[in-house]
């Protein structure tokens, strides 16, 4: 893959692969919400039209992001994983939502608030290592966690 950076930045870099606002959202989908196939995502509540879903998809395989592999039971679909390089994205993730959760409550009152986020709020490191490993355990059943650097 042959990206074009804006500049030698890491910030911008970083947006420049993740700053898109369907980037998240899908890494989140895969993570907290468990999506790994195609339909899974298009049935999401955010409502991803498919011809951007492809595309987001594919740069996030490009960027070694999440893997591709065809579903063992169905060769016609296929089966999404985030690699280690997309589950270091987790603490990002979090941050996001404790900045939501403390700045964007005002503008949107129905943000999510029950014992998951109790949680990130009083300790977001042991919810962050929460969900990478059960993230793990989940691709320990499938397959093992391609290690793309």
């Known amino acids: 893959m042959k990206h074009e ?14 700053g898109d606002k369907w980037m998240l959202v899908i890494v989140k989908q895969m993570l907290l919400e468990g999506k790994e196939t195609f339909k899974e995502f298009t049935e999401s509540e955010e409502a991803i039209a498919t011809n951007i879903l492809s595309a987001k998809l594919k740069l996030l395989e490009e960027a070694g992001i ?3 592999n065809k579903l063992p039971e169905n060769k016609k679909s296929n089966l999404y994983l985030l690699t280690e390089r997309g589950l270091a994205i987790a603490p990002i993730i979090v941050e996001l939502a404790i900045w939501s959760d403390t700045h964007l409550r005002d503008f ?3 943000i ?7 949680l990130l709020r009083s300790d ?3 919810f962050t290592n929460a969900l990478v490993r059960a993230y793990r355990k989940k691709l320990a059943d499938t397959t093992a966690v391609p290690n793309i650097n």
Do not use: H, Q, W, Y
């Open 124 to 126: 977001k490191a042991a």
């Open 112 to 118: 999510v608030n029950g014992e998951e986020m109790e």
């Open 66 to 68: 999440v893997t591709k």
């Open 108 to 110: 949107n009152p129905s």
């Open 5 to 18: 950076f804006r500049c030698d930045c890491p910030i911008t870099s970083a947006l420049d692969i993740l």
